[in-house]
């Protein structure tokens, strides 16, 4: 079975400041990994994605994740934060990168930006 | 491109009425479409995946008579909630996974905004 699990349901972070949100995930198998954010009342848009090519992944917005096998982690990161990254962000992981693949999500982070 | 929306985009309803929700895929055809569904501050669960001209395969938990999936065309699925009641109140998002025959073709689930569905 896979699963990922958020460290820390609430992360508040200053303007300009770093940005890291954690995530560790479980799996029997290769993962495939993704973060997501969610603006109020709205749907999901991927950051960015891990399929077993390099484990540093660059998303959009600046935002990153490195991807640690040894840890188990995929925790997301952006040098320098912008109120307009106020947000919800979810983890993912997912057995395999095709079309029978289902995606478990995490119980999510959201993402405050103080000025 | 890869846009999908949902209809409405939100709904009030009264207890033990029916609702259908619309999920479309405007400009790629999906070949699967996934219907999820988030209370509130809380993650998505999925609910159910449907193929194009199959039925559809529920999550263990999910009921099959209460949540109706129909995926009758490579740009269309519907969820009907039949007889809904107050706990049924949820956020109901679907995604679509596909590509445009010949041009491209993507295994990443597109997400529609959602359809907020409160019922009194």
């Known amino acids: 079975a896979q699963s990922v699990t958020q460290l820390g349901s609430h992360v508040s972070v200053s303007e300009g400041a770093l940005v890291l949100l954690r995530c560790n995930y479980s799996s029997s198998v290769p993962p495939y990994l993704f973060w997501y954010v969610q603006y109020p009342n709205q749907g999901l848009q991927l950051l960015l994605k891990?399929?077993?090519?390099?484990?540093l992944v660059k998303g959009i917005n600046g935002f990153e994740a490195e991807f640690k096998k040894s840890e188990t982690s995929f925790h997301l990161t952006k040098p320098s934060a912008h109120m307009s990254d106020a947000a919800e962000y979810f983890c993912?992981?997912?057995?395999?990168?095709?079309?029978?693949?289902?995606?478990?999500f995490g119980s999510g982070t959201r993402l405050s930006i103080r000025p | 491109g890869a846009v999908v929306s949902q209809h409405p985009s939100w709904v009030i309803c009264k207890s033990g009425t029916s609702v259908k929700i619309e999920c479309r895929s405007l400009d790629f055809q999906a070949t699967t479409m996934f219907w999820y569904r988030q209370f509130p501050k809380q993650s998505l669960m999925l609910m159910a995946t449907?193929?194009?001209?199959?039925?559809?395969?529920?999550e263990q938990g999910v009921e099959k008579d209460k949540f109706l999936i129909n995926h009758a065309s490579l740009t269309l699925s519907t969820l009907t909630v039949t007889s809904a009641h107050p706990e049924d109140s949820s956020f109901y998002i679907c995604s679509a996974r596909g590509g445009l025959a010949g041009v491209w073709r993507s295994d990443e689930q597109f997400f529609g905004p959602g359809t907020r569905l409160t019922v009194l």
């Open positions: 993912a992981v997912s057995p395999g990168y095709s079309s029978a693949s289902k995606i478990i």
């Open positions: 891990y399929t077993s090519a390099a484990t």
């Open positions: 449907s193929n194009e001209g199959s039925k559809a395969t529920y």
